[in-house]
């Protein structure tokens, strides 16, 4: 998946200031280095965006239709587990045999595979992945495909590392502050059902909110950027509760289903779920994870360029709208939470039809 064409998964991060004039000869003065002699250490470096061992990279090739695009490679030779210990237990049955023995000790064992890594290691193939970068200078965001832990943090320390710059993951919290001007980090607990669970969970709160006006409120939101926007709430559905752990209702009709009820009405929030936005005929589908903004999947409206620049640059103007659109709710509903009036009248609303809704046994 990357920018290029099909579905994108990424994470968004605000670009503090301007980038350096010369940031392209910094990420080629970081370029990935040779992957002929690497054994069992990672290797990370840039490379262009047309596959991973682009070392070429200038300025004409970072900067496609303005946007700056690179992709941060890791490379590492691997043994597979399979191989790993049929050679070793090889070299036991060989050394058993030898020494007329019926067994080896822990220490021969260790001993063994030891020997048998340095053997093969240089052998194997190089694995490489990558996380791919699009970042908007005028905009100052930045989408980068770093969805695990791991990978954001590897993506923000070689991008600091090489450029200087400090990105700042865009999340429920920083998100809050940046579009709304709002504490996030300072709301009350908010529950939906038993007081007992209360917690704070901006991105799910976000989430149950964008689901509760799909269904009561007639499923459109005007936004000051972008216009108006119809919104949908699908399934498959994860919810999550720190102390009752999470619940995930994929089969039937997850929307209608009687767990989905049990789920809400005993104060689990949701996590993870299918999102659609639309906007006239154009319409955008995704996979939200709440607690992270992290956007998996997304299918962007096709485009009508025949050449790949006006293909790149056209899928980059769409996602441009998903960004405004998504921050932009996002906004509208993190002003409705930090008011306390208008938040405590939004909460009778949600649990009236949380209360209401109809569902069905999966049997039915």
């Given amino acids: 998946m990357s920018f290029e064409s099909g579905s994108i998964s990424f994470r968004m991060f605000y670009v503090p200031g301007e980038l350096p004039k010369d940031i392209h000869e910094k990420f080629a003065a970081d370029v990935l280095g040779s992957v002929d ?15 991973l061992l682009d070392r070429d990279i200038n300025e004409g090739s970072a900067w496609p239709s303005g946007f700056l ?10 043994i597979p587990a399979s191989l790993l210990r049929a050679e070793c237990r090889m070299e036991e049955l060989a050394r058993m045999q030898a020494e007329h023995r019926d067994y080896v000790n822990r220490a021969t064992r260790s001993e063994i595979k030891k020997q048998v890594m340095e053997r093969l290691l240089p052998q194997m193939p190089p694995q490489l992945k990558g996380i791919d970068f699009c970042c908007d200078p005028k905009e100052k965001i930045l989408y980068a495909s770093a969805l695990s832990e791991k990978q954001l943090d590897a993506f923000l320390i070689n991008f600091g590392k090489t450029t200087g710059v400090k990105l700042i993951p865009v999340d429920p919290v920083s998100a809050a502050w940046s579009e709304a001007r709002c504490r996030a980090d300072q709301w009350s607990p908010w529950s ?27 499923g459109e939101v005007d936004l000051p950027e972008g216009g108006t926007f119809a919104v949908l709430v699908e ?30 009405l005993s104060g689990k929030k949701l ?45 980059m103007e769409m996602l441009e709208t998903f960004r405004q659109a998504i921050l932009g709710l996002y906004c509208t509903f993190a002003k409705l939470r930090d008011d306390k009036a208008t938040c405590k009248n939004l909460d009778v609303e949600m649990k009236a039809w949380m209360s209401a809704r109809p569902s069905r046994k999966l049997s039915e």
């Fill in 37 to 51: 002699y690497l054994l069992d250490e990672e290797l990370h470096g840039w490379v262009g965006h047309r596959h």
């Fill in 69 to 78: 695009r690179l992709t941060l490679t890791q490379a590492q030779r691997k």
């Fill in 192 to 218: 939906f059902a038993a007081e007992q669970w209360a917690d704070c969970m901006p991105g799910r709160e976000f989430l149950m909110w964008l689901w509760f006006m799909s269904e009561a409120k007639g």
């Fill in 235 to 264: 399934g498959p559905l994860l919810f999550d509760q720190e102390e009752q752990g999470e619940t995930a209702i994929r089969k039937g009709e997850p929307m209608l289903s009687a767990e989905t009820r049990a789920a809400l």
């Fill in 271 to 315: 996590r993870r779920a299918k999102l659609t936005l639309a906007r006239g005929e154009e319409c955008w589908t995704v996979t939200l994870d709440a607690d992270s903004f992290a956007f998996r999947s997304i299918k962007l409206p096709p485009t009508e360029a025949i050449d790949a620049e006006g293909r790149f640059q056209e899928r």
